[in-house]
């Protein structure tokens, strides 16, 4: 059993001189396959008994005195490989901006106002149908050094493991017809037939009246071989 | 039918109150910790530092590493598994917390986890500025022996194979430096 190799016209590359930090930082000489073997085909696993109960609402697990500011919403979609089948008992790790836009993280140094409610960090696990669901607010955009008046974009952070440490993925979901999104260079990084499935999308089915908008975000993971190579470990 | 995989896209800076809040001290539970070790896990206790460099030789201060090895007996945790559940085999460490932004696992040195293979340890590299994470794999300089009989390691340009083994640097404490660019660029792999 293996799995289908990094998709690399699905994903940005290691250099991308328009995000200035990729410079020093992504490298440049090619990745050296490697067959896999057990090591890449197992993976941690952090199941639904791992979480807290509050930990896929970030409206509630950073509450000091009260409600946290902003837009409320939820976030879900379901998590599936390439074929389409479901990841049941996966582990969404999450993390963002508040509504100003401004990282609970001690470098944050954007001068905007923290929110004493608000911690901005949370995770969740997959059910049955590889369906998850998470409540939050909505982030702000910030500026950063990248270029001259450079703005992220509001999105989250989601970090997933999926069956094996081949399957890993770090992403970002962005909201739809945000005007950032065609400056971002780390979003425009992202190959261009690809780009769309890191933004969400509007949901009234998920919008819960008089409480919160939703927003549907489906993670697509790497899928099994369907015809497994004859490998040396 | 296939569906697209979901694009990669970078850590960002601000990782660590999310994946690694209590190294940092934020007042979150951290999932995952740098010190894997298990009361009920009998093997060799090892450390594993290092230093992510970046291309001008800067040792980089919000890197995010995790590893996944195997436990002293060569054995992977599998989901379902009822025996040494205890030591999950996998860690994670950020580089901003520590002296010289260092990251340092505490663990056991894995066993062999097949015939011809030598220990390793799969190594997990994400930072801001990196838009994909990279994989590579840590390795044990005194495994000469079974190091040389490996065939992921016998598969990489001899040049480069020092990249990817960790020199003990004092009893039970291993260095494995990870450089990103340069002359010594650590070997990557696609998994």
């Known amino acids: 059993m293996s799995f289908r190799a990094r998709d690399w016209s699905s994903h940005p590359p290691l250099l991308y001189p328009d995000y200035k930090s990729t410079g020093l930082r992504g490298a440049t000489r090619p990745l050296v396959p490697l067959p896999q073997g057990s090591t890449e085909t197992t993976g941690p696993h952090y199941g639904a008994e791992t979480l807290s109960p509050a930990d896929a609402d970030l409206t509630l697990n950073g509450r000091s005195s009260g409600e946290p500011l902003g837009e409320r919403i939820i976030v879900t979609g379901r998590v599936t490989d390439e074929d389409d089948k479901p990841q049941a008992g996966m582990l969404i790790e999450i993390w963002q901006a508040n509504a100003a836009g401004r990282y609970i993280h001690k470098a944050d140094q954007h001068d905007a106002p923290l929110d004493p409610n608000f911690f901005g960090a949370g995770r969740c696990v997959t059910d049955a149908e590889g369906r998850y669901r998470f409540t939050s607010i909505k982030p702000g955009a910030y500026p950063w050094g990248n270029h001259d008046n450079a703005w992220r974009p509001a999105h989250i952070h989601l970090s997933l493991f999926g069956p094996s440490v081949a399957t890993r993925l770090v992403t970002q979901m962005y909201f739809p017809g945000d005007p950032l999104l065609d400056l971002d260079p780390i979003f425009q990084a992202t190959p261009a037939p690809a780009r769309d499935r890191v933004v969400s999308t509007f949901d009234l089915a998920t919008t819960e009246a008089g409480f919160a908008l939703g927003y549907r975000f489906d993670i697509v993971l790497r899928g099994r071989d369907e015809t497994p190579m004859e490998r040396k470990p | ?191």
């Open chain 2, 1 to 191: 039918m296939s569906k697209g995989q979901t694009p990669s896209q970078t850590v960002g800076p601000f990782f660590a109150y999310g994946l690694t809040p209590e190294q940092y001290g934020y007042a979150f539970r951290s999932l995952a910790s740098a010190d894997l070790r298990d009361p009920a896990t009998e093997g060799q206790e090892i450390r594993i530092v290092g230093q992510i460099f970046d291309g001008a030789g800067a040792a980089i201060p919000d890197a995010l590493v995790e590893i996944w090895q195997a436990d002293p007996e060569g054995r992977y945790l599998q989901p379902g598994d009822t025996g040494n559940r205890g030591f999950t085999g996998f860690g994670r460490c950020g580089t901003g917390s520590g002296a010289e932004n260092e990251f340092a696992f505490a663990t056991y040195k894995p066993g062999a986890v097949g015939a011809g293979q030598a220990p390793h340890i799969c190594v997990i590299v994400f930072m801001r500025g990196l838009l994909s994470h990279l994989y590579t794999r840590i390795y044990f300089a005194d495994e000469s022996a079974a190091n040389a009989q490996d065939p992921v390691l016998g598969a990489v340009d001899p040049e480069r194979r020092a990249t990817l083994i960790a020199e003990a640097v004092e009893p039970g404490t291993y260095r494995f430096d990870i450089h990103m660019q340069g002359e010594r660029e650590t070997v990557f792999f696609d998994v």
